[in-house]
């Protein structure tokens, strides 16, 4: 069993930046496939960034958006640069026991969720 807390949300400029973190307890977290999404008022939840063998990140925060793993320590960042209105959600850290070189994007794919931390951009 896995849980995860997020912290590191809040209210922020657009063009400004937020790190979010996610800390997880439970075992084997280095076998964990770990996946951020967020969710906007009215629209479905919807995949941000994964970190497996190797980082996937959505279309909309490539270039922007970084997520990082410290297995050590049980934890996972995405770091947000240069924030747009749009990128305003609710952001959910998630993870799933490891599929090798598979590394899913859609939501119901990823068994543990935290309790999200909300993020505001304002123009």
């Known amino acids: 069993q896995v849980q995860l807390v997020e912290s590191g949300g809040g209210l922020v400029q657009a063009g400004g930046s937020l790190r979010l973190s996610c800390a997880a307890s439970?075992?084997?977290?280095?076998?964990?496939?770990m996946g951020w999404f967020r969710q906007a008022p009215g629209k479905e939840r919807e995949f941000v960034a994964a970190f497996g063998w190797m980082t996937t990140y959505a279309e909309s925060v490539k270039g922007r958006f970084t997520m990082s793993r410290d297995n050590a320590n049980k934890v996972v960042y995405l770091q947000m640069n240069s924030l747009k209105p749009e990128d305003t959600a609710v952001y959910y850290c998630a993870g799933r026991v490891s599929q090798g070189r598979r590394i899913p994007e859609e939501a119901n794919e990823y068994n543990y969720w935290g309790q999200g931390t909300q993020v505001t951009v304002s123009a």
């Open positions: 439970g075992r084997s977290f280095s076998t964990y496939t």
